[in-house]
């Protein structure tokens, strides 16, 4: 069966430092990737999403970043970190050949 | 610009009574319609897919119904149980070609015993 990782679960950084959060996936292969961030009382906001090993497309400009070195590997960086990126950051695969979404545990930034 | 609205208000039911939630869109033509569960500090569980051709989409105790004349879906839980209490998000698709959804902020019920 499929299983999608994250971490870590959480984190507390401050305002100006870098950050890498990674997702992977398991049992799949070819998976649309995609990140989202939840802020508190927003909704879900799509921010990456991947169809592809070095493919990425930017949904939102922000100070973020995506890559996908593996297939089955999602990464979201920042050079230098904002308060306003303090947020529930989720990571989430759909199979190529469909359509619902599975999402990750989540990783919960706080900025300081 | 596309908007999904649901009911920011929570919902308190009876358990055993059925519970209805509201996801209302504008500004869209989505191929498709998507319900998840969200639990505090969890990442959403993805519940029922309904497509544009589809009026109505039964799974256990869930059903969902997808008006787009009205722009509109409903979701029914019947028989509620304490254990349904969480958020319920509604999602769209954003006809990218590639899965990509829109996601409304989300209606928590809460069943009480």
């Known amino acids: 069966s499929q299983t999608i990782h994250q971490w870590p679960a959480t984190l507390v950084q401050p305002v100006g430092s870098p950050l890498s959060l990674e997702c992977t996936v398991e049992?799949?292969?070819?998976?649309?990737l995609y990140w989202y961030r939840q802020a508190a009382g927003r909704g879900l906001q799509l921010l990456f999403y991947?169809?592809?090993?070095?493919?990425i497309s930017s949904e939102v400009p922000q100070n973020l970043s995506a890559s996908r070195p593996q297939d089955r590997q999602f990464i979201l960086s920042s050079k230098k970190l904002l308060l306003s990126d303090s947020g529930f950051y989720l990571c989430?695969?759909?199979?190529?050949?469909?359509?619902?979404?599975?999402f990750g545990p989540g990783t919960r930034l706080t900025v300081l | 610009s596309q908007k999904i609205e649901q009911n920011s208000e929570a919902l308190n039911i009876q358990e055993g009574k059925t519970a209805t939630l509201t996801c209302n869109y504008t500004?869209?033509?989505?191929?498709?319609l998507q319900w998840y569960r969200q639990d505090p500090g969890r990442g959403p569980v993805f519940l029922l897919l309904?497509?544009?051709?589809?009026k109505e989409k039964r799974k256990e105790r869930l059903k969902v119904t997808f008006d787009t004349t009205l722009k509109q879906s409903l979701f029914h839980i019947t028989a509620s149980q304490p254990a349904d209490s969480a958020t319920y998000l509604c999602?769209?698709?954003?006809?990218?070609?590639?899965?990509?959804?829109?996601f409304g902020k989300g209606t928590m019920l809460l069943v009480s015993p």
């Open positions: 500004n869209y033509s989505p191929a498709y």
């Open positions: 049992g799949t292969s070819n998976p649309n």
């Open positions: 309904i497509r544009e051709n589809e």
């Open positions: 999602a769209l698709d954003t006809n990218s070609g590639y899965s990509t959804l829109t």
């Open positions: 989430a695969w759909t199979p190529t050949s469909a359509n619902e979404q599975f």
């Open positions: 991947s169809v592809g090993i070095g493919q």
